[in-house]
C-alpha cells in the first residue's frame, strides 16, 4: 500500500546474462519500498515504482538500496512535478 509518491526509476544493468538478471531480480523482492518492477525493452531494462515520502526519502533510498542492487550500471529517476491529466 502507497505512503507516499510513486516514483519511476529506470535501471539499466551491467551484462543481461541469466546469472545477473537471476541475482538483481532476487535482491528486489527484499526491498517493500520497491512496489513494482517490469522488465521492459528499449534504453533500459528494467521499470521500477519505488515508494517514497519526499525527494529526502528518494535520496535516502537511491543511496542505500537502488545503488547497491547487484549488477546495477545505471539508475534514472523520473521525478513528477505536478499532474496534469486527469484532472
Known sequence: MTTGS???VRIELEA???????R???SLRKHPEIEECYA?????DYLLYV???DIRGYE??????LSRLPGVRKIRA???LRR????
Open 51 to 53: 515508494c517514497v515520502k
Open 60 to 65: 535516502e533510498i537511491h543511496r542505500e538500496v
Open 84 to 87: 496534469v491529466v486527469p484532472f
Open 24 to 26: 538483481f531480480e532476487n
Open 78 to 80: 523520473d521525478i513528477p
Open 6 to 8: 510513486k516514483i519511476p
Open 40 to 44: 521492459v525493452s528499449g534504453k533500459t
Open 16 to 22: 543481461i546474462s541469466s546469472h545477473t538478471v537471476e
